[in-house]
């Protein structure tokens, strides 16, 4: 995720969100980086660090999460097992999930043809807001 130099994210837009979201992801920095850029949105967040916790929180607060931000590589759990469990839980959850792979390379590994949107690491804010905005349409 680029910043500017004062360390803030990227120029705002008009667009503005209130929700919940889970951030999951094993970068303390990546993790820390998408939660301030929510928040500049309106976004409340909770944060895991990876599948494993990230289920947990989503078992926990499903009803209220509006979405998941999803790190496919993870320990522990990766982000396509962790995917399917939440959508045993909550099948119609809107998920962006977060690769250095290339995203039809993501694509082929989540069974079904469930939709989520894959954004390629690393990435600006504008392309985070741009995936948020396209997974909550």
Not at 15 to 31: A, H, M, N, P
Not at 82 to 89: C, F, S, T, V, Y
């Amino acid at each position: 995720l680029s910043r500017t130099d004062s360390g803030a994210p990227g120029p705002m837009t008009e667009f503005s969100y209130e929700g919940t979201f889970l951030v999951v992801d094993d970068s303390v920095q990546i993790r820390r980086l998408v939660k301030r850029s929510l928040e500049h949105l309106g976004c409340e967040v909770f944060m895991a660090s990876d599948g494993t916790e990230a289920v947990e929180i989503f078992r926990s607060h499903s009803k209220q999460l509006k979405a998941v931000i999803l790190d496919m590589m993870m320990t522990r759990m990766d982000g396509d097992e962790a995917l399917g469990l939440m959508r045993a839980i909550r099948p119609d959850i809107p998920v962006v999930l977060m690769s250095g792979y290339m995203p039809e390379d993501v694509r082929a590994r989540i069974e079904g043809d469930d939709p989520v949107f894959v954004l390629k690491k690393p990435f600006t804010y504008e392309a985070l807001l741009s995936a948020v905005r396209k997974v909550l349409e």
